[in-house]
C-alpha cells in the first residue's frame, strides 16, 4: 500500500477524492447497518464513524509529506460534516 499511495500525485483534488470516497463507503456501511439491525434504527451518529475515518487517512498523508492529499481530505472531511449536520437539522 505505500508504494501505491507514494505515486499518488500531491494536490488538493486527489486528496478531496479520497476524503470523499472514505467516508462514502463508511457510511454506506453505517445505512446497511441501521436499515437492517432493528435496534439500531435511530442510531444516526454511526454515521460519524464513516466521516471519522478521514482523520486517520489524513494524519497519513501528512506523514508521507504529502500536505496537498491531506488539505483536500481535510476539505472534504468539513464538508462532510456539513452534510451531516444539514441532515441532523433539517
Not at 475515518?53 to 483536500?72: C, D, P, S
Request: proline share 2%; aromatic share 20%; with cysteine.
Amino acid at each position: 500500500m505505500n508504494n501505491f499511495t507514494k505515486k499518488l500525485p500531491n494536490s488538493v483534488w486527489m486528496g478531496l477524492a479520497i476524503g470523499l470516497f472514505l467516508p462514502f463507503i463508511g457510511c454506506a456501511m453505517a445505512w446497511y447497518i441501521i436499515n437492517h439491525v432493528s435496534y439500531l434504527a435511530k442510531a444516526d451518529l454511526l454515521y460519524i464513524a464513516g466521516i471519522g475515518v478521514n482523520a486517520f487517512t489524513q494524519q497519513y498523508f501528512f506523514k508521507l509529506n504529502k500536505e496537498n492529499i491531506g488539505r483536500g481530505i481535510l476539505a472534504a472531511t468539513f464538508l462532510c460534516a456539513f452534510v451531516f449536520f444539514a441532515y441532523k437539522v433539517f
